[in-house]
């Protein structure tokens, strides 16, 4: 099996950062994309921002510059630098990762639990 498992989020207040990571851990083969969603109360789940496995980044509109994805392939981790929070950033956070566990086995996404990101005076 794979696990991955979120770290990082809490409270802070508007203007302040935070930085989230997610581990993936169990049979792991390869890590090919790797991504933060967030959900937020009563909307869908949305992209944050992805990451491919050479290091190209892709980010919502509304992160873009503010946030940073970066990785650590021999870690298998990803990260997540938020900068400049706003109150709309408020959201339940998932880490995303697309998973070969074996050479013969196919692509799989996976994904952690979910961190609570609360930004609030």
């Known amino acids: 099996q794979v696990q991955l498992v979120e770290s990082g989020g809490g409270l802070v207040q508007p203007g302040g950062s935070l930085r989230l990571s997610c581990e993936a851990s169990g049979s792991i083969f390869m890590i090919n994309g790797m991504a933060w969603y967030r959900q937020a109360p009563g909307k869908q789940r949305e992209l944050v921002a992805g990451?491919?496995?050479?290091?190209?980044?892709n980010y919502a509109d509304s992160v873009n510059g503010r946030f940073t994805i970066s990785r650590d392939n021999a870690k298998n981790t990803v990260y997540l630098q938020m900068n400049s929070l706003k109150p709309e950033d408020t959201a339940i956070y998932y880490c995303?990762?697309?998973?070969?566990?074996?050479?013969?086995?196919?692509?799989?996404?996976?994904w952690g639990p979910g961190t609570q990101v609360t930004v609030s005076p």
């Open positions: 990451i491919t496995r050479g290091g190209s980044t």
């Open positions: 995303y990762a697309s998973v070969r566990r074996s050479l013969t086995a196919i692509w799989s996404d996976y």
